[in-house]
């Protein structure tokens, strides 16, 4: 059963552990401050396959299979997969999974679906209503370009504020029991559509930004906590430019996340030599960074409390080329380690 | 707290109530069969706003402004709104629900989604997540032309199998309690990605029905029931070619269906009158026809038990480019009305 704290958090009365979990990335992401970390990378991110589609399809299901593998089950017995993307109409889901067998539940929260994904997945195994469940999500620079920006052969130029689309792909295993390492989610946030008024598609993170801020404060008040209380609170996809209006509108509503406060699409590449303007974005980042970097270090024990907030820039070319603002999302699960339970 | 029973079955402890519902259609929806039972229809489809994506958008929110004002409730009450729909990046959705300040849940099962939408809801609402939670999606038949078709100003020929995008919406506002007389949700199924190999975009019934009959064939399996024991076994939108198919595979897996099933895209249009060849689609048909017609049939004691299985085709425009195979999906639901329960 879950229990509703404050106004919107919900927090499990038996938390999921995240038994198994994969984070699979390209070749440009393995260059990058990860590289090393990452379960499995790519140097060839077409993956043999006729389509950055059909790859990005191929990288969803890669991930998902070997979650599944190192949680020593057959992708076929799970109860239930959480999943979605950022493809027309999610295909790389509905294609990576078909034929799999496992009932599919298609989420979509733009580049939040790794949190999304992991909060429905935790409230239905919490229920009782699954005793396996995948939570999954993946994205491709190459699908991503040419879907939403330019093709990939115009070589167009790149604003500073615009941030780059990681290829790569997270997926998480929950069971209600697990061994005592696994990491457990306890808490559950989702998150209120938050639009400020910003147009630019090439500022994601200006438009997550005030998101990201009205779900880590409504989180803190909600469960009378402060952010140093947390180890990390780890945004998904704000970049170099949404983590700085982060930092601001939070400080703004008095809540000071100085030292405490990284961001995956800061982390996923090198801002000096990689050139990737304001950071990684897409669903992809960070999932693949998430299922491997932050939950191997605390399964090491190096982290014990992680809120990870992943952001959503709910846009699509039709609103943007429509002179619409870009509404923003940003849903929050707090995943902890040991036996420490937060109220 | 919900028990697994057989093997993807679902079974709500406290099933939680429909405390209202509203399904909106447009012009075309109400000169056919249903138009009189609509909430409220719409002579000017265009809603005064500039695109026909707003106007969707429009539509949206007004079913879920409309079912929360029939359950006494302002709509930013809610404490979980679970939407999707069929623009791309699910946009229908998150521009109608941007600003109404309650959580959101954005979920993708492209025609499935009323079904996929009542699931999560009711397992939110068992499990003591939310109080109150709107279940909604919806369609534009102008919108989905030109996303998926052709430009409306073309005149494009139709094939007989194709069928007609409603302009529609519906909404359902669920409470773990409410009236003797509201509906309740007893059973949830999620669905299982199936494709049997269809490529013809222009016959998603065909595509779709094979996805249902695994559903239905699971359910009835899971259950240990007959089809005899459902006043109405519904499908989404499989249309007149759908239905047709969706009998006959049932049949071969010893299911007879016959005189207990119907189909939203077969009720919502008149095939002689109409010119819409094989029925009605689009996530606002079973959304508008469950939530005016069926479950205000429900509420008079006319059926007392409803399967209710919305149909999604898993496509998209660039993946039928591509010439690929059609994924389908079917989520169901079982909605009572009375106290009987089903094991």
Redesign the interface.
Known sequence: ????IGQ?T?RLTHPPRVIAHAGLAGKKEKDGPLGAVFDRTFDDVTFGV??W?EAEQTLLRTALELAAKKAHLPLGSL??ILA?D??????A???A??????????????CSTMA?SL??AS??I??????FAGAATGSHFCTAER?FRKPLEYGGQRTPTAQWTVTGAGAAILAATGHKSDPRITH????????LGVTDAANMGAAMAPAAAKTIGDFLRDTGTAPQDYDLILTGDLGFVGSELLLELLRRDGFDLAGVHNDCGCLIFDREKQDVHAGGSGCGCSASVLCSHILDEMRRGNYKKVLFVATGA??????AL?G?TI?G?AHAVLITQGTEETT
């Open positions: 059963m879950a229990q509703r919107h919900i006729p389509s589609e109860d239930l979605g950022l493809q027309n109409q999610c295909t889901s509905s294609f999974l078909s034929g799999c067998g496992v009932p599919f539940c298609g989420l979509y929260g733009a999304l909060s429905v409230l239905l919490d229920a009782g209503a699954c005793g879907q559950v946030h989702f998150g209120t559509i938050t639009d709910l846009l699509s070319a039709t609103s429509q619409k509404p999302i």
